[in-house]
């Protein structure tokens, strides 16, 4: 059981918790296909837990690497990014609108996937392992997935309408990218 605690190890113990958080976004993929949005929605969140525990243990344990870095930015690009954005697109895109405007919400939503690939790429770039910055520049990805979710659900129970969805997301999008500040917790 050495290799849980081995920095070198591709299945240490904070990138076990990764691969937990990789898991419940395909699972959560899985369950948006079937229009189990409310499962979908628990599972990405169980992701989002593991995102935050895989860090920590990383950091205790120093356990942090290049391969871990890159295994979780992947892991927050289907969980923070891709999964979001395909809910969105399922429960509220797919059903309140048509024509033109399902194509503009394509656009959107790959504009959005885009720029959090964009962000994640560029966050990996200039990150040195084992090492946390006070702020974020930009929204981070999960913090992004968070923002959606409550867009989601503000639509969900009626508070604003689909091409409210479609602004919100150009906004929250452009923000993963932009120079605000964002306190690292």
Do not use: C
């Not at 948006?32 to 409310?38: A, D, G, S, V």
């Not at 169980?46 to 890159?70: M, T, V, W």
């Not at 405007?101 to 084992?130: E, K, Q, T």
């Not at 919100?168 to 964002?182: A, E, F, Q, R």
Request: glycine fraction near 8%; charge should be positive.
């Amino acid at each position: 059981m050495k290799f849980l605690f081995n920095p070198t190890s591709h299945f240490n113990l904070a990138n076990l918790f990764t691969f937990v958080n990789i898991t419940a976004g395909l699972s959560a993929t899985y369950f948006i296909t079937q229009n189990n949005f409310f499962l979908a929605i628990v599972l990405a969140w169980i992701g989002g837990a593991f995102d935050i525990f895989d860090g920590k243990i990383a950091r205790k344990y120093k356990l942090s690497n290049e391969f871990g870095i890159q295994l979780d930015s992947f892991a927050d690009f289907l969980s923070f990014v891709l999964v979001p954005v395909f809910l969105i697109f399922q429960a509220v895109y797919f059903t309140s609108l048509s024509g033109m405007w399902i194509l503009a919400a394509s656009i959107i939503s790959i504009y959005y996937v885009i720029s959090g690939l964009r962000r994640l790429i560029s966050f990996n770039i200039h990150a040195d392992v084992g090492e946390v910055a006070k702020f974020f520049t930009g929204v981070p990805t999960p913090l992004g997935a968070i923002l959606l979710w409550l867009v989601y659900l503000s639509h969900a129970y009626g508070f604003i309408p689909a091409y409210v969805v479609l602004v919100l997301m150009i906004g929250i999008g452009w923000s993963l990218n932009s120079t605000l500040k964002v306190p690292h917790p």
